[in-house]
Each structure stands twice: as C-alpha cells, then as structure tokens.
C-alpha cells in the first residue's frame, strides 16, 4: 500500500527542539519520528515506528538464527527476586519504584536477570534441557539523573536483551559465541561499524564481558586499540608489569628538604634545582604520587587507602572505580587528613627514616596499594611522610613494599598492548551492543540448580547479551545526516522511496502516483508526497529532513513520460523515464 | 524454520495452577502459553508470544485497512495531562502512580486519551490535516483490586487503543463507522461470535457508545436483544413510557391500616387481604417502591434522592450508577433516616394526606424522582408516610408529582425493546471490543481547536476504540478447549501443524522430520515432536493439550509412507501417505 503523504501523520519542523544539542535528537524530532512526553521519555509517530520495526526484525531474525527464542516479561515487576540479589538497593535512584494499592513493592525493570533466571528455574530441572537462550524485545525504564541526547541516553528506552543457560562451562562459552557471531551479523547488517572490545566483567561477578563499541569521535566511551588487533575499554585494559630490577649497585635513599613542593610540578622543578642533573634531568615519571582514596564499602563502612602511582599520570575515575567495586571510592576528605596526622598531605610516601609507617607494617593501619608499573628496584622520588621534605632513590621491594596492586592510573596512547600486540591507541566509541558471561552469580543467589549427568545438582552458568534498539536507532540517525536532514541506510529507512510530485499540472500527479504504484507492486515501500499547492521547495525540503534514501520527481518532464531519481545520501540527479526509474529501483 | 520440541522452551505441567478457576487461565499456565509473575501479571512463553502476534496482525491489517497509523506512547506518563481531566483523581486506586528521583509524578497508564489529544494539538491546526485516526498496540497498566481469571482481568494488559479525530459530527460519524466495520472483520477473521449493543456513553460525556460482546452464558456482562435486532447492555437500556391514562372516572385515593407492611411482600399480602379483589388480586406490579439513595457528587457533596419504582422490580446498581454519573450511588444509611424524620421507612410515599411531604413542593427538600413507567394516569398502592399506613388509588399526576424520571429499576426478560422490535432476551456475554464517540470532552479540556474552512478556531470531536489483544487470546483459549486441552482456531494457532514422531524407529524419526521440512516449505508453521524417548502417550496427551490443530502422527506406518492426520477440534483420524497429508495441509 502506497503511503500517502497529504494523510500521513507526519509534520515537520522549522526549529530545532528546545535543550537538544546532539543531531540525532534534533532530527528525529524535526523529522516527525518521535515526540517528547517527559523528560528522556518519547512517543513514537508513524515514520519512527516504522524505522524502530525494521531494526527489530533485523534482532530477531539474527536471535533466531542463533537459536535464541523470544519471550516477553512485564515491565512492572514485584520487588522479591530483585531483593534476593540485592539490585533492589544497588541500583539506587536509578531505579523506579512504585507500590500496589495493597502495598507491595514493585519496580519498572531496567533489565532482567532475576525474571530470566526464576522462569528458567520453574521450568527446567535437568542438564537435557539445556541449553538455552531466551530473549525478549521490551521497553526498559531508568530514572537517569540527567536524561539527555534524545533517545541515547533516555528514561524508557527499548532493549533486546538475550540471557543464555548452560550447566558447564564450555556450554557458556559456546552460548556466548552464538551471541557474540550474531551481534557481528546485526551489525553488519545495519551498517553500523564496530570494534569488540574487552569490558570488565568483575562488578558483576562474571568471567568475561565485551562491548561492541561504534568507533566515533563524538563517542561518550573511551577505548584503546591496538594495530595487532587488541581491544579494550579503559576500564578493563591491563598494564603490563615490566621486569624487575636487581637491587644490587642501586644508590641508597636520601632525605632532601623541598619546601612548598606539595604538586608533582613544583616537586620536579625543585628536584632538578637541587640534586644533580648532569646525566639527566628529572621528570613526572621519576616521582611516585601517593594519592588517598576513601572507599565506601557495601555494608556501609569506610576505608581510606594509599595507592601509589607514577607521578606522570593520574587516577582514571572509571578505573578506580572498577578497581575497587563493589565499594564507592572517593578522594579523601579534610577531615580525613585530620583524623590521620601520618598522612602528611603533599608529602606522603611509602617510608621514612622514622619507620616504616606505610606498607606492611603501617603505623597507619591503612592499606598500601601501587600501580603495577612500580615494580622491584624501580627507583622513585616521593614523599618522605614529614612535611617539607621528600626522599630520592627510594628502591622498591627493597626500601618500601605494597599490600597490593591495584590498576587506576590513566591509559595513554602508546602504552604496551597487555596481549604484546604492541603499543595501543586512545579512541572514542559509543556503546551499541554488550556481551558478558555472568556466571553463576544470579544462578546462585535465586537457586537455579540442574541434575547432571550423574544425578548431582549443580549451579547453572549464565550469559547475558543486550543491544539497546532505540539507542541504535539514534546512533544511526547521528552516524547518517547533513545539515538537510537525516540520510537513512536502505537497511532502515522507513521508506524505500518518497515519490514527490511537484507543480500543478494534473498530468504530473497522475504520473506521480502510477510511478508510486508500480514501485508498490515491485514490493517496496513507497511513501507519495500527493500535497496539492506545496511548492516544490518546500516539498524537496521535506524529502531531505525525513530522509528516505531515494526520491523520484515528477515534475516538469511528466508530460514526457521523464522523471528525476535523486538519491539523498549523494545528492546526485538523474532524468530518465518514469519505467527506467522504476526498473532501477525494483532491482536495489 | 521448523521448531523443534526438543528444544523448544515449553514445559507442559500436569496439575492445574493454584488459584485459577477458569479454563483459560489454568489451560494457557498448564500447556505452557504464560506464566504468572504477581497477581495479574504474566510473562509470555513463545508459545503465548506467538498467539499474541498473530491477534496483533490481524488486528493491524484491518486498522490499516480502515486508514488508521499506529504510533506508540510509553507506559509510563506525567501526571500533568491526567490531571488537566480530572482522571488522575477519578481513577482511585485503578492507578498505578510513582514519583521519579525528583519527585514529579509520573503514572502507568490505564489508556490514552490525553496523550492522543496533546499529540494531535502538538502537531495539527487546520480542518485541512484532519481527519486523522491514529491507534497503538501498547501495554497498559490497571491496578484491579481483585486480579482474577488470569488474562482475563490482569493488571498489565495489552490493548489495542484508537482515536479518531475530526472538526465535524458528521466526520466523527464516518471515523466511527470507519472503525466499527474494522471491528466486525477483526472479529470474523478471529473467529469470534459477537454482537453489537448498544452502551451508555453519557459518564464519559460522550454522544455514542457501542460494546462488542461475545455472547456466551459465563460471560461477566449482561445485555438485553430483542428478535428484531436490538441490542444493549442493561445500562444503556432505554425503558419506553406507556401512554398516559385520563383521569376521568379514577377512584380517589385512600389511606389504610397496614400494620408490619414494610416490605413489599407483606404489603402485597396484607392489601389482598383488606382490600376488594373480587375483580383482581393485587401483585407488586401495583405497588410503588420508594428507595432513598445517598449521592456523592464529585464536588464532595451528598444528596438524598428517592426514587419510585414499580414494587415488582429492584434497583439495578450498575444502572444506578450510570443514571447518576459522575456522582457515587449507595443505599441511604441508618443515620440518613434519623435526620429526615419524613421519610418513614417502609412506609415512604410520594404523598399524604397531611400534605405534599414529597415532590415538587417537598417540605423535605428532597428530589422525587421516578421510574418512566410512572405515567400520567397510572394508580398506585404506595406508603402513606405515616407509621403502619399504605394509600391506594394514588394516581400519579393527579395526586402527585416528581421532579423527574430516572433509569434505576432492573430490566427483564419481555420487556419491550424502545426500538419497537419486540420484546428483549437477557444474554450474557463478553467485552471483546468498544467504540466509543468521545465528542469533545478530551478536546475542550486539552484545548485542541483547529482552524475551520472560515477560519474560526473550532474543538476537535473525538472517538475512542479499544480492543483487549490479550483479553481476546484469552477468550478465545477460554471459548476453545475441551477436558484434554486447547483447541486453537487456525487464524491464530501458535503453528499451524505439529508433527509428532512415535516409536523407537529411526525410519519414523526420518519420516518426521521430512514431513516438517515439507511442510514448512509449504509455508506452514510447524512444531515437530522430536523427542526421543518420550512414549507416544505422553506425546498425544502434550499435542492435545497445546491445541495445535492439526496433528501429524508419525510412527508405525512410517516404514510404509504411512501417516495419520489428526484433526484436534474433532479427534478425527485418518490414515494415509506423507505425501497425501503434506499436500492436504499445504492446501487449507
């Protein structure tokens, strides 16, 4: 059925949306594809549906092929399994919760392990019946703090999110694979490029995580990569340790005074004034910054601690984050340094001639941690824990130890490749897909237990996969615009072709709609801009805005039998017959 | 892609669920279409997902067919709207309300009207852009007090919800019509039997209302049909007024004794007993009730109101409460009897001897109202307003008065439909569908005018159309069964075949899975039961119970070419080649 556009629900926009800053919320909003109820929260008009439709059966026609099969929860769940794994409290405001009229707790889920897991278990009792891989196509609720960038970053939002169940490992793996081959396809098939790369997985207690990221300069998330094909989020990539150094001939450590030199700058400056520089001058680098940290841990108590790191680098909040979860970590406070009179801020190291009061036998009683660049025998100018003075050529392993290692120092480019693929490079993506063995964490917490082959009840192992299908909406929207409008991939668009009939000779009408009727009959879609006394400007304005990925005019050349065939994405303009236009288009 | 049992994620359970009392509701839990999740809320298995998609095309196809566009809106609403109409009040406790991290409100909403209306204000300003019909297929949320009958009555729900909208009566006849012919092809594509009544549209300040009920005897509602082809629910049921008799030649009226008479019964006896009846003995039909009721305007006001009707009928609630709507209908209580010293129980009438106690001029400052078949003429056997006495001969418009008519009293059987065909049958039967002429309620309160041929701002007038996508499956689950299992009809049977292989013969396993490949190459939906090791009765007792309708047995006659086709609905049997079956099926 040919769409009409003089019926068809649709106005465009002059303006842009009022506190829309990205293009693709812009656009679709301009274009007529959604409509703003709330804030981060969205009707959908005809034209979005359609394009949102089509992503869909891209996801379910690749879930299928891996041999995942749908199902549908509610979005409005009862509190208990979320209780049981303790998500219910974890996630905070982020979650909207609601009572019953007798009182109950309910929530609007934002994702759905539990519900996944206790259907499984209801349902299933013996390692013959798994595998499986369940997944629904459903509407997700967040109450994010600052709901913004239109669909990217919304408060409802529609997720495929897919939840595989195996009773060995190996069965995860291969579960995991599925997934992970079939979110390739689904890209591939939106033209949406991407990189894989590792995520962490340890907050969530599973085993391995990866992200498919769109690389893109205007991405929110940071990643590295490396040429030999290493990828990674900053959260997850691993600094390689580097060799150690022998002890031996190594100086022995000195006190030097350096007043007002509390920032590594001012502490650089006074060390090449100071000490000898005659083979080489003093960088960032040869410094160790101890920065205290206070982290909140779930049960609610507090801990400071110290961690070590080169002074060339800073701590990467989204790493320390990841580093210490499920504890909140936070810079310490004044009041902190107060109740710590050890900790000589601007000045704290390791050690000090008066004893070691950090490292394993802290006066303190605060854990020491370092970055695992500060390997045995590296030599450091740091804090000497008495105000004023700092230490030089304080050998590691040998004048001062560690409680640990712990990773939260920035990732630069050119940093070792963990996997020896060489040095990596900083770039930008936005998240469009995730993949993650969860393990046996939700398994455990809600009870999911199969017989084995020898009769013996053994804890499922879980995967959980997720792409975000109205944010891939807004992801190709921001990747395919120019300052007309949106640019569709033929893979989404919401039409085929928009045939528009320009002027106000009949002929070209009658033309324009037997045009629009054979496209129809070759099995496209086809939406007929049929407005009579819309200027032609105005019309070609309209075609740009929405974007479909071709247009046939049908104008002055009518009486000819002649059309044009515009593509948008090009720009480019062809006459030639109305049945050549056709041809060429049936064939795409 | 033929779809294997063996690792089609369906678990059939031999024991009713807990609580379910009808057939739907334990069949679709039991053959593994739902499961529950809180009371009135379920998650869709695939086999459920499967019925439900298949309703949601058809219903689709037709509102397409009927020019309608579908958008879709988010479950989860700002107040403002509600607000703005008074609904976020009036629902009560039907309405799911939350607050975000802010604490703005925030609802899940039961329908949406309001988001409709905003949306065509939003984007619409001429007569020229209308009219316009625009529907979604959405969940929605009703927080019932008692959740029951499985899908029948849930709390999340999904609907089909439509809304017309056009600057003219006559447009908003056509939009209606449009729909209400969309609505019988939805329903004879379905399957379902249903008719069409009439409903009262007064509560919603609307023009016209008509219910699809599927007539069955355990239907929830009850409607009235004469042979002449009349139909409406009893609260939209209209009750004719006999012509009015001439006073000439009446009796005059007079009080009596009617000592413990406060009910009509003994009334009724206890006049047979001291009045003549040597013309006629004297039935409730001759008498007049007086019942007092208690009304709850919405400004929080209460009103007393008798009301006179016939002795041989009651009070009908649902009538009451349509008849009095917006305001709340209770009985009056002991204390409304102690303030109004007037009204003696059990001896109230419109009229004493002591004065006009009631009507018009009431020294009670009560309304009268009265049952229409009250006409001018007629005489009654009614209370005195005196302790122990009754009047007789009290002739209504002679001898008193009411400040109105009023449809309470219960329709019966033989009643005369106010269309003139005949006389009305009570039948019970089943929402399955409303159309409902909104007029410009919505629009007055939203402000949505647009612009008319003259260029005056005129309000848009507005029609409502809802169909239950998940009521409907469960009526059709609940209309369809029989002691073994479901019994789907084919338009929406999850697969159009299952192929069930029997016996430990590898021949027949072959056969099997041929006979599904050809079958699905056919165009056809097939489950095939593969599962080794699984008796054949088991097999048969699944079958049956999932209620596909077609059956193909592949088992002993396999080494012959041999298989049987089962028809689900009947038990038939027959025996005959693969082949045969194959291409018996692919021609249906």
Known sequence: ?????????????????????????????????????????????????????????????????????????????????????????????????????????????????????????????????????????????????????????????????????????????????AQRDAYERIFQRLGLEYAIVQADAGAMGGSKSEEFLHPTPVGEDTFVRSDGGYAANVEAFQTIAPAPIPFEGLPTPVIFDSPNTPTIDTLVAHTNAVLDTTERAYTAADTLKNVVLALTHLDGTRELVVVGIPGDRDVDDKRAEVAFAPAEVAPATPEDFEKHPLLVKGYIGPWSEEGAILGEESATGIRYLLDPRVVEGTAWITGANIDQKHVHSLVAGRDFDADGFVEIATVRGGDPAPDGSGPVHLARGMEIGHVFQLGRKYAEALGLKVLDENGKLVTVTMGSYGIGVTRILAIIAELNNDEKGLIWPESVAPFDVQVVATGRDEAAFALAADVSAQLDASGLDVLYDDRPKVSPGVKFGDAELIGVPWIVIVGRGAADGEVELWERRTGERTTLSAGDAVARLARR
């Open 1 to 177: 059925m040919v769409t009409r556009l003089s019926s068809f629900f649709v106005r465009t926009l002059r303006e842009d949306p009022a506190g829309a800053e990205v293009a693709s919320h812009k656009l679709l909003i301009r274009a007529g594809y959604i409509r703003p109820q709330a804030a981060g929260i969205f009707a959908w008009l005809p034209l979005g549906l359609r394009v949102k439709a089509r992503i869909e059966t891209v996801v379910r026609e690749e879930m299928a092929a891996a041999g995942a099969q749908e199902v549908h929860f509610p979005a409005l769940m009862p509190r208990e399994a979320y209780e049981a794994t303790g998500r219910w409290e974890e996630y905070g405001d982020l979650l909207f919760r609601l009572n019953d009229r007798k009182g109950g707790d309910y929530l609007l889920a934002p994702t759905h392990e539990e519900a996944f897991t206790l259907l499984v278990k209801d349902l299933y009792s013996s390692y013959k019946d798994l595998p499986v891989t369940l997944y629904q196509i459903q509407d997700k609720y967040r109450d994010e703090a600052r709901p913004r960038a239109g669909l990217l970053r919304g408060r409802e939002f529609t997720m495929k999110d897919a939840y595989s169940f195996d009773y060995t490992d190996a069965g995860l793996d291969a579960s995991y694979q």
